[in-house]
């Protein structure tokens, strides 16, 4: 018997990675931005706790999220531009929608 981590392994047969829909990409663009949303919440209680004397220490860790999730919506919104360029582009060439 062989055991799993002696199996052979086939390399080359995974499936291609598929462009996500303009649907799909706004829906993530959305979901990016529902998530800054939320941090701009949260940096509001934390801005006000601080205020009260607490120490700053969470907001270290909301402002590491928070750049991270710019960075991401940013790259998301490019997706966005790109998938619905393509699909205007396929609409002017479709005689159906002239």
Same mark, same amino acid.
């Given at each position: 018997m062989? /055991?799993? %981590?002696d /199996? $052979?392994?086939?390399? @080359?047969?995974s &499936? $291609?990675p598929?462009t996500?829909?303009l649907? #799909?990409?706004?829906d993530? =663009? @959305?979901?990016r931005l529902t998530r800054i @949303? %939320?941090a /701009?919440s &949260?940096l509001r +209680?934390?801005s *006000?706790?601080?205020r +009260? @004397?607490?120490?700053?220490s969470?907001l270290? &860790?909301?402002? !590491?999220v928070? !750049?991270?999730d710019? &960075?991401? *919506?940013s790259?998301?919104?490019d997706?966005v531009y !790109?998938?619905? /360029? +393509?699909e205007? *582009?396929? =609409?002017?060439d #479709?005689?159906?929608?002239q």
């Open positions: 062989v /055991a799993a %981590a /199996a $052979p392994r086939v390399v @080359g047969m &499936t $291609p598929t996500p829909s649907r #799909d990409s706004v993530d =663009l @959305g979901d @949303g %939320a /701009a &949260t +209680h934390l *006000a706790q601080i +009260h @004397g607490v120490p700053p969470p270290f &860790t909301l402002l !590491e928070l !750049e991270r710019l &960075t991401l *919506a790259h998301q919104l997706v !790109e998938r619905a /360029a +393509h205007r *582009a396929s =609409l002017r #479709d005689p159906r929608s």
